[in-house]
Nanobody, 123 residues
Framework: QVQLVESGGGLVQPGGSLRLSCAASGRSFSRYAVAWFRQAPGKEREFVAVILWDGITTDFEDSVKGRFTISRNNAQNTVYLQMNTLKPEDTAVYYC????????????????WGQGTQVTVSS
């Protein structure tokens, strides 16, 4: 079993930055793929980014490429999502999720989820 806790959300102006953290408990976390998803009101949950266990292989949703980065510190069981040049359309609840299986962009492939953290981009 893995438990995930997100933090770092908040209110930021357009063009600003935030760093989200996903802290995990569970001894096998370092071998899991970890993804970030987001869900805006009235919309489906959508993929944002994923990082594999190696800490090197990553993938991003097209609208965040060049603005968001994802990284992990396996020694601290933590994954980070650095979000720069934020836009109002980035406003959503952001969730981290992980899987011991192959990483995908589909939320239904991830068995473990955090509770989410709100990100609001507004002037």
């Amino acid at each position: 079993q893995v438990q995930l806790v997100e933090s770092g959300g908040g209110l930021v102006q357009p063009g600003g930055s935030l760093r989200l953290s996903c802290a995990a408990s569970g001894r096998s976390f370092s071998r899991y793929a970890v993804a970030w998803f987001r869900q805006a009101p009235g919309k489906e949950r959508e993929f944002v980014a994923v990082i594999l266990w190696d800490g090197i292989t990553t993938d991003f949703e097209d609208s965040v490429k060049g603005r968001f980065t994802i990284s992990r510190n396996n020694a601290q069981n933590t994954v980070y999502l650095q979000m720069n040049t934020l836009k109002p359309e980035d406003t959503a609840v952001y969730y981290c999720a992980c899987t011991p299986r192959s990483a995908t962009q589909n939320h239904w492939d991830y068995p473990y989820w955090g509770q989410g953290t709100q990100v609001t981009v507004s002037s």
